[in-house]
């Protein structure tokens, strides 16, 4: 057997990145940008900023990547068991479910995630580039990293942009400024996906939805008979909540409580 087949796809794809990241900056530092300018005139604040910025990024993504996203035990312990007060509360219009792969209680919020073989709680989605599920524990980590990723990739981007120089001749251009000039490219593709990724997560988060229920509201059992998102507690409190953990209480809880006021007012 080859030895690459032993290498796991997560080792691969964080690699990866971490070659690209310092690939990137190493680039920009070869050639004739404001970054390289800055070192040339002894102005090491900026360039020591960026580089700071550049490794707080790499080890977010590390962190969102390898830590647990809120695995659910096969065997849950007895303080991850729901009580049966907590169970008695969700109607019985949508009743927990046992998962089919795993065969664990599932609470709300939570799915089994194909590629990890898990089930994971307040599931958001898998992402292909982190190897890993964003779910309730990761998710704030990996909203932190969007954000200050987008603030390294547009810092590189007009970094990137401030060393191309377009009157030269086309084939001393090239050679000189074609790889620049590729890395402003894909800077720029990054920079629009990052960009439309924080501005998604953003949006979900102050709605308390995940992108699992935002996609697929219509094949959820708690979500398809309620006109409204049964989570939402509004701006102040879904924030508070997402990156503080507060207020805090069991989503079937919530439900319960939503449930019966949308009873109470009809």
Known sequence: ?????????????????TVLTWGITLVLFLHDTELRQWEEQGELLLPLTFLLLV???????????????????????????????????????????????????QPLRARHCHECHRCVRRYDHHCPWMEN???????PL??????????????????A???????????????????????????SLFSSVAGLLLASHLYLVASNTTTWEFISSHR?????????NPF?????RNLAHFFCGWPSG???TLWAEEEEDSSQAV
């Open 133 to 139: 599920c964003v779910g309730e524990r990761n998710h």
């Open 220 to 228: 959820i059992a708690y979500l398809r008979q309620r006109s409204s």
């Open 1 to 17: 057997m080859a030895p690459w087949a032993f290498i796991s796809p997560g080792v691969v794809v964080r690699t990866g990145h």
């Open 55 to 105: 490794l707080g990024s790499l080890l977010l993504y590390l962190a969102v990547s390898l830590m647990d996203p809120g695995y659910m035990n096969v065997q849950p312990q007895p303080q991850e068991e729901l009580k049966e007060e907590q169970m008695a509360m969700v109607p019985q219009a949508t009743p927990l479910r046992r998962c089919r792969y795993c065969l664990v209680l």
């Open 250 to 252: 069991s989503w079937e």
């Open 232 to 236: 939402d507690r509004g701006l102040i």
């Open 142 to 159: 990996f909203v932190a990293y969007l954000a200050l990723q987008l603030v390294v990739l547009l810092w590189a981007l007009y970094l």
């Open 161 to 187: 942009w401030s060393g191309l120089r377009f009157f030269q001749p086309w084939g001393l251009w090239l050679r000189s400024s074609g790889l620049l000039f590729a890395t402003f490219l894909l800077l």
